[in-house]
């Protein structure tokens, strides 16, 4: 377990055990720092400790209102991420067949163009790569295959906007491999 203290604007300290510790609101001491002062990652780095490496999500979405809205999310799970948008399932599976891009995570909508959602679940079968199914479909039959080809999780699209935060950030941090970022050690 490594611990980092972070000075902000004299004399305001955070120490926080990063991932771990009591929560409040559902974050912890660290996560609520990152939340609240955006800069701690430059401090981090300033302090010795390696700068987190983003998590790699690759989101197939063809609405633009919704993209925007994951995209806002993101912000504020306190994660880094690099974000790649798929508008439909022809372009995610040219980008899912790159052997030098693979995501830490896929975001999936089943109801995309060209190529629907189940039909990239069946191209290309989660094997290491998680795949979330985040989506406003209710129906039971798409969801029961969706699950039966591989994705770890059916999430359904909250409308108001905090669920909407939480339901992403929830499955960042769910799905997200604890190994894929860099941590601090303990000197």
């Not at 902000?8 to 609520?32: F, K, Q, S």
């Not at 979405?61 to 994660?79: F, Q, Y």
């Not at 052997?99 to 896929?106: F, N």
């Not at 079968?125 to 969706?146: L, Y």
Request: glycine share 6%; net charge negative.
């Amino acid at each position: 377990m490594g611990f980092i203290t972070v000075a902000w604007a004299d004399p305001l300290l955070v120490e926080a055990t990063i991932g771990y510790g009591p929560r409040l609101n559902g974050l912890t001491v660290w996560e609520m720092a990152l939340k609240q002062f955006p800069r701690v990652g430059v401090l981090r780095e300033k302090s010795g400790f390696p700068p987190l490496k983003p998590v790699a999500i690759l989101l197939i979405e063809d609405n633009p209102g919704d993209t925007r809205m994951v995209e806002e999310a993101l912000k504020a799970c306190s994660v880094p991420v690099q974000l790649t948008v798929a508008a439909d399932g022809e372009t995610a599976l040219s980008l899912l067949k790159k052997e030098d891009a693979k995501p830490d995570l896929v975001i999936l909508d089943l109801n995309i163009p060209k190529v629907s959602g189940i039909s990239v679940l069946e191209q290309f079968p989660p094997k290491e790569t998680p795949i979330v199914v985040f989506s406003s479909t209710w129906g039971q039959t798409e969801i029961n295959r969706a699950l039966a080809l591989g994705a770890r999780e059916v999430v359904h699209k909250p409308i108001d906007m905090q669920a909407f935060i939480d339901a992403v950030c929830g499955i960042v941090h769910k799905w997200v491999p604890g190994d894929t970022r860099s941590a601090p050690t303990e000197s």
